[in-house]
């Protein structure tokens, strides 16, 4: 690690050092209260507080800094790349959620390990900055804590923030404290934008974005067991599958109401965002013969949803698909989720006009035809029935999903360019 700096804070920054410090005694019992509702992971409560629960490695060491599933998983190419170049070299991974901390575990490779990522109190961030030493820290997406970043940047770490994104939300909030924010994107010394109005945001703010990357495009296939997919293929006995993926509270509904408008009935396969809402989502569609998997229903010839509740097999049942339906993306500001899940696959996606976070993703998927982007329900309806009604339009559909997906690599090769120069000497 570099020397330690000391880094200006703008009045609006030392005041929220200030308070939250003050407010610090309040974070433990609130930890506890989140892991009695499930929110938190009660035996690593206090990595949360800063204090580590592995020794850090000799040599240099790269943290990378993710909030969920989704921006953590996006790291595992970045990771596998900067590995391959330097294979010693030592990588902490940090996010917030225990679900992400259950899938890193299954995925993180060997030299790379996992904490949950301090809450952001000054004594907090100390210990974990103390302890870590961090040489590197890449912040992914948009997560700006702002004394995890300043004192890491007091600390001697080098700092970018890679595969950034910024709403229109996140930017007025922002705006509003205009020196906080220029003090906030001045402490990277590398900014790549995932996405074009993101990087219009960022520069608006006072960042200097220097590239593109968007993690999120790349990657390997979401991995399945085969054994379990040629047992899935049999069960389904021919029918045409639609995969609902990352659906959300009131998607499921209108999708599968699209579903059974059609002749013959594709199986749906439901994969929700979060599967504790199993017991919702049952109840909201009791009125076609359903099966869930965390019951251990199967799928027979009279089951005409089926409610894959759990964690890590999405890869398996987009391997069955003959086309997915993008959740997060039908009215309910969530955004969209990541098409390139299904892509990798073979599998075309189609969604909503809800894409806001994967906007540049879908459109350039649109324009491939790899991608559908409908209006409604009926739109959804429309949609599938022109791609299930028509084998030979579903697989140019299909291999253009393919294709799109193969070519994002050359993206990693250039943010690698970019990165390379931070990272500490061997």
């Known amino acids: 690690?570099?020397?330690?700096?000391?880094?200006?804070?703008?009045?609006?920054l030392a005041?929220?050092?200030?308070?939250?410090?003050?407010?610090?005694?309040?974070?433990?019992?609130?930890?506890?209260?989140?892991?009695?509702?499930?929110?938190?992971?009660?035996?690593?409560?206090?990595?949360?507080?800063?204090?580590?629960?592995?020794?850090?490695?000799?040599?240099?060491?790269?943290?990378?800094?993710?909030?969920?599933?989704?921006?953590?998983?996006?790291?595992?190419?970045?990771?596998?790349?900067?590995?391959?170049?330097?294979?010693?070299?030592?990588?902490?991974?940090?996010?917030?959620?225990?679900?992400?901390?259950?899938?890193?575990?299954?995925?993180?490779?060997?030299?790379?390990a996992h904490q949950y990522a301090p809450i952001d109190t000054p004594d907090a961030v100390a210990r974990f900055l103390g302890h870590w030493r961090p040489d590197l820290g890449l912040f992914i997406e948009s997560e700006l804590w702002p004394n995890l970043v300043l004192a890491a940047r007091e600390a001697g770490a080098r700092l970018a923030l890679v595969s950034a994104r910024m709403t229109e939300r996140s930017a007025g909030r922002w705006a509003a404290?205009?020196?906080?924010?220029?003090?906030?994107?001045?402490?990277?010394?590398?900014?790549?934008?995932?996405?074009?109005?993101?990087?219009?945001?960022?520069?608006?703010?006072?960042?200097?974005?220097?590239?593109?990357?968007?993690?999120?495009?790349?990657?390997?296939?979401?991995?399945?067991?085969?054994?379990?997919?040629?047992?899935?293929?049999?069960s389904l006995g021919g029918r045409q599958v639609v995969v609902a993926a990352s659906t959300h509270a009131s998607e499921e509904p209108p999708i599968v109401a699209a579903t059974a408008a059609l002749s013959p009935r594709p199986l749906t396969i439901i994969v929700p965002r979060h599967p504790e809402r199993a017991g919702e989502i049952a109840r909201d569609l009791a009125g076609h013969r359903l099966a869930v998997r965390s019951a251990g229903g199967a799928i027979g010839p009279q089951v005409d949803v089926y409610l894959a509740d759990t964690?890590?097999?999405?890869?398996?049942?987009?391997?069955?698909?003959?086309?997915?339906?993008?959740?997060?993306?039908?009215?309910?500001?969530?955004?969209?989720?990541?098409?390139?899940?299904?892509?990798?696959?073979?599998?075309?996606?189609v969604t909503g006009p809800d894409i806001a976070n994967?906007?540049?993703?879908?459109?350039?998927?649109?324009?491939?035809g790899a991608a559908l982007i409908v209006p409604d329900a009926a739109g959804l309806t429309q949609a599938l029935e022109g791609l299930l009604g028509d084998?030979?339009?579903?697989s140019r559909f299909n291999r253009a999903a393919l294709a799109f997906a193969g070519r994002q690599g050359d993206q990693l090769a250039a943010a690698l360019d970019l990165i390379r120069p931070l990272l500490p000497a061997a």
């Open 311 to 349: 964690l890590g097999e999405l890869g398996l049942f987009l391997s069955a698909a003959d086309v997915a339906v993008m959740g997060g993306g039908f009215g309910h500001r969530v955004g969209g989720h990541n098409p390139l899940e299904a892509a990798r696959l073979g599998v075309g996606v």
């Open 358 to 368: 994967h906007a540049d993703a879908f459109r350039e998927m649109a324009a491939a």
């Open 177 to 234: 404290r205009p020196a906080a924010a220029r003090a906030m994107l001045a402490s990277f010394e590398l900014i790549l934008a995932q996405d074009t109005k993101s990087e219009q945001r960022l520069e608006r703010l006072g960042g200097h974005v220097a590239g593109r990357l968007n993690l999120k495009l790349l990657g390997d296939p979401l991995p399945f067991d085969a054994t379990a997919l040629a047992a899935l293929k049999t």
């Open 15 to 112: 005041a929220y050092r200030a308070a939250v410090g003050l407010a610090s005694p309040l974070a433990a019992p609130l930890l506890r209260a989140r892991a009695r509702q499930g929110k938190e992971d009660p035996a690593r409560l206090g990595e949360r507080l800063g204090h580590a629960s592995a020794p850090r490695p000799d040599g240099p060491l790269v943290w990378m800094h993710a909030v969920s599933v989704g921006e953590s998983l996006s790291l595992l190419p970045l990771i596998a790349a900067l590995r391959a170049e330097r294979p010693g070299l030592n990588v902490l991974v940090t996010s917030g959620t225990t679900a992400s901390a259950d899938l890193l575990a299954q995925r993180l490779p060997a030299g790379a």
């Open 391 to 394: 084998p030979e339009r579903l």
């Open 1 to 12: 690690m570099a020397a330690a700096r000391r880094v200006r804070r703008p009045w609006s």
